[in-house]
């Protein structure tokens, strides 16, 4: 987690937490989550050929993504530290074919998480990408106002390959240089809070 803050006006987090990714190679791993073109976004190689490709576990997939923002989203409200996974059961996940997928998905994702050079380590960089405090800069420069009081939590999601933005203050981004390093888009984000 990158924590950045401006005199106590403004507090800006990114962070690449494992929860919400692994779900997102799950969604990616079935078919559920695609790219523009309906390409595979995340593994690079496509579904697992041993997964099973049914339109019952796509729609359990679906729902339970929906399940975990709005999870991740109520405990960031209540200042909490969510809990989004049971591995390697995952015994809250309610859709048995979905669990036992999540299961059979967990070491690969986990292996490939923690490797030397895997998503934990990449995630790190990203993190730590955006030149915030430029943008901060060039936003009061552009508009000619400094910036208010507002705070922002930004989760890193491999797969996904635009924002989302389940509530005002929190924001899930696709990691890469289109968003993490574009001023512009940064200063149209600003504009929002301030």
Same mark, same amino acid.
């Given at each position: ?8 006006q ?9 929860g ?19 390409q ?26 929906l399940?975990?923002?709005? +999870? ?60 915030? +405090? ?6 009061e420069v ?23 933005k389940?509530?005002?203050?929190y ?5 890469? +240089?289109? +968003? ?13 809070y301030c």
């Open positions: 987690m990158h924590e950045l803050n401006g005199a106590n403004w507090h800006i987090s990114i962070g690449g937490d494992y919400l990714n692994f779900a997102s190679y799950v969604g990616c791993s079935v078919g559920a989550l695609r790219g523009p073109g309906g595979h976004v995340w593994p690079a190689s496509g579904s697992d050929p041993g997964l099973p490709d049914s339109d019952s576990l796509k729609l359990a997939y679906e729902q339970w993504w399940e975990l923002v709005r +999870y991740k989203t109520d405990c960031i409200l209540a200042g909490k530290h969510p809990l989004l996974h049971q591995p390697p059961g995952f015994e809250s996940v309610a859709d048995l074919a979905l669990r036992q997928t999540c299961a059979g998905l967990w070491p690969a994702f986990i292996e490939w998480w923690e490797m030397e050079v895997g998503g934990q380590t990449a995630m790190r960089f990203w993190e730590a990408a955006p030149d915030i +405090y430029n943008y901060i800069n060039e936003f552009q508009t000619g106002r400094s910036i208010s009081t507002f705070t922002l939590r930004i989760d890193l999601v491999y797969g996904i390959t635009e924002p989302v389940p509530v005002h203050g924001l899930l981004l696709p990691p890469g +240089y289109k +968003y993490l390093v574009n001023k512009q888009w940064w200063i149209t984000l600003l504009e929002e």
